[in-house]
């Protein structure tokens, strides 16, 4: 359905769908995965992150995908909560610098997480958030290689909330 930031580079433009566009580049560190590569972020203390996507076809479920930094100074009591249509599907934070890796910087340890979650959904639109709360300017959380997707209904149903009867009865023929 939907796929955001998956390049290496990618430019503020890139990011104007979403309601803070800010760009990191995570600067030279030990781990080549992560040098140079952009980010969505740094967000910070009590910043919002969300897109609403809207047009979406009809379906009975939602998958939502990506990638998470908690960067820098991150303690308690920082935190980011993942929202899906205002419903917290999860928070996240990382013990105080407690020997993880400095994945996107070269002064404090940052923790990763894949996030991802699938939802029973139906409705035409989706709102996505990012609520981050810290307490510093130099910590925060960046993310990237967004995916959305959704599993539609038969082609011939308006609505649906699983997969059509027909759909349930060629996987029960041939899942044996």
């Not at 990237?144 to 009867?165: E, H, I, M, R, W």
Request: proline share 4%.
């Amino acid at each position: 359905m939907s796929q955001e930031f998956t390049s290496n580079t990618f430019t503020t433009s890139e990011t104007s769908s979403w309601s803070i566009s800010t760009v990191f580049v995570c600067p030279s560190t030990a781990l080549v995965d992560f040098y140079g590569r952009s980010f969505v972020g740094i967000l910070g203390p009590k910043q919002l992150q969300q897109r609403t996507y809207t047009g979406l076809p009809p379906h009975w479920s939602l998958s939502v995908r990506f990638d998470m930094i908690i960067y820098a100074t991150y303690d308690a009591p920082d935190y980011t909560t993942v929202n899906i249509d205002s419903v917290g599907y999860g928070t996240y934070t990382k013990a105080w610098d407690a020997g993880i890796l400095k994945m996107c910087g070269d002064t404090y340890s940052d923790e990763f997480f894949l996030y991802s979650k699938n939802i029973t959904h139906t409705s035409s639109s989706v709102t996505i958030m990012l609520n981050v709360f810290t307490d510093e300017l130099n910590e925060g959380t960046l993310f990237k290689n967004f995916f959305l997707y959704v599993d539609t209904c038969d082609p011939t149903c308006l609505t649906c909330s699983g997969p059509a009867y027909v759909m349930i009865r060629f996987l029960l023929l041939f899942s044996f």
